[in-house]
């Protein structure tokens, strides 16, 4: 049996949450949020009494009958957050493959920065013996 402040706590937060004014919680219509709302465990609405508790139940179901376009924003706001999550790991996969992307392009810039200055060198050497070559044909003449 709850106390009677503790009962009177979570009909006022009933109260609250079934005018569509919640002040600690986001309105939903759950035992939780009903428990949140008016600051106390759950194990406090389990021990109020049976009356309160299909009091609770009836006025959930009551309200939800007569407003389903709350229900169909929730929906629709579950398979937004859902949707977000999904988007944020499509993000966060292509970001990964981008940078794997990136550093393979690293690495074969540097592949061919050195392959390049290995041809420079063998270009200069080349230069180098066809320059002596000239001379010493030039020389003989």
Known sequence: MTRSTTQARLEQALNRLLAGQPTASDGDLTISTLC???????????????????????????????????????????????????????????????????????????VLALRNAELEDLHRQRTAVDRTTTALFNSDR
């Open 36 to 110: 949140r709302e008016a600051g106390v465990g759950r194990d406090s609405y389990y021990r109020s009494p049976q009356q309160f508790k299909d009091s609770v139940v009836a006025a959930f179901a009551h309200r939800e009958a007569q407003q389903p376009e709350l229900v169909a924003l929730r929906e629709e706001v579950s398979a937004l957050k859902r949707a977000r999550k999904e988007a944020d790991r499509d993000h966060t996969r292509t970001v990964h493959e981008l940078e794997a992307t990136i550093r393979l392009y690293a690495n074969q810039i540097q």
